[in-house]
Nanobody, 116 residues
Framework: QVQLVETGGGLVQPGGSLRLSCRASGVFFRIYTVGWSRQAPGKQRELVARRTSSDSTNYADSVKGRFAITRDNAKNMVYLQMQSLKPEDTAVYYC??????????WGQGTQVTVSS
């Protein structure tokens, strides 16, 4: 059974930082593309960052230079380091994996709120 568990969300002031973590189990982790997406109230879910099994990365334009996605294949972990946070970064953040066949797995989400 595949399971993704996100942690690290919370309330942070504008300009602050947070690190989200995601632990995967039940998969041969290193072959998967890992990613973080987010969904704000009333908006569509959007891809924030992605890192492939060969360590290529993609970022949404809105987070380039502020967010960094990393992975630890030995620990089956994905991280999203978020800096210079803005109120518009407020959303539920989801960890996901995409396998070579295109099969996807999603976590339950963690809330990030950026507010003073």
């Amino acid at each position: 059974q595949v399971q993704l568990v996100e942690t690290g969300g919370g309330l942070v002031q504008p300009g602050g930082s947070l690190r989200l973590s995601c632990r995967a189990s039940g998969v041969f982790f290193r072959i998967y593309t890992v990613g973080w997406s987010r969904q704000a109230p009333g908006k569509q879910r959007e891809l924030v960052a992605r890192r492939t099994s060969s360590d290529s990365t993609n970022y949404a334009d809105s987070v380039k230079g502020r967010f960094a996605i990393t992975r630890d294949n030995a620990k089956n972990m994905v991280y999203l380091q978020m800096q210079s946070l803005k109120p518009e970064d407020t959303a539920v953040y989801y960890c996901h994996l995409v396998g070579p066949s295109g099969r996807e797995y999603w976590g339950q989400g963690t809330q990030v709120t950026v507010s003073s």
